[in-house]
């Protein structure tokens, strides 16, 4: 599972707030893992993970601050290690990267639905 916590005091506390469930659909490899999350243009959290060290990547979405995530889906072509999320602050543009083979960079205008590769590396 991917878990969020959060902490109101600086990180003297935790607790959890919520988490991306385990599936069988992830495989039986080395994840979920490596997640990373950002806030969307729209005020939207976007999640996305690794769940095998050879298939696509997954994502899922927030619509109330990480308290509950749609179901995860998998990526159609976004596969690498280390996933790395942000969001232009002038452009709304999502980026994701990865490294390994190479160094990817995907960009989507649509809040993370589509997205356009780049092999940077």
């Known amino acids: ?3 969020f916590v959060n902490s109101s005091d600086h990180g003297v506390n935790w607790s959890l ?9 992830f495989g039986d490899g080395d994840g979920p893992g490596e ?4 806030r969307l243009a729209d005020g939207r959290l976007l999640c996305v993970f690794r769940a ?3 298939a696509p990547y997954w994502k899922a979405f927030s619509s109330d601050e990480g308290h509950t995530w749609t179901d995860a889906v998998q990526m159609p072509t976004q596969w690498s290690v280390r996933p790395l999320l942000t969001v232009l602050p002038d452009s709304g543009l ?3 990267t990865g490294g390994r083979p190479g160094i ?3 960009a989507s ?10 092999n940077i590396a």
Not at 17 to 25: E, G, L, M, N
Not at 109 to 118: K, L
């Open 17 to 25: 707030r919520s988490f991306i469930p385990w599936k069988a659909a």
């Open 104 to 106: 990817n960079l995907w």
């Open 52 to 54: 095998n060290a050879r």
């Open 1 to 3: 599972a991917v878990y």
């Open 35 to 38: 997640p990373t999350t950002t």
């Open 109 to 118: 205008a649509d809040g993370g639905e589509e997205w356009a590769r780049f």
């Open 94 to 96: 999502v980026v994701l």
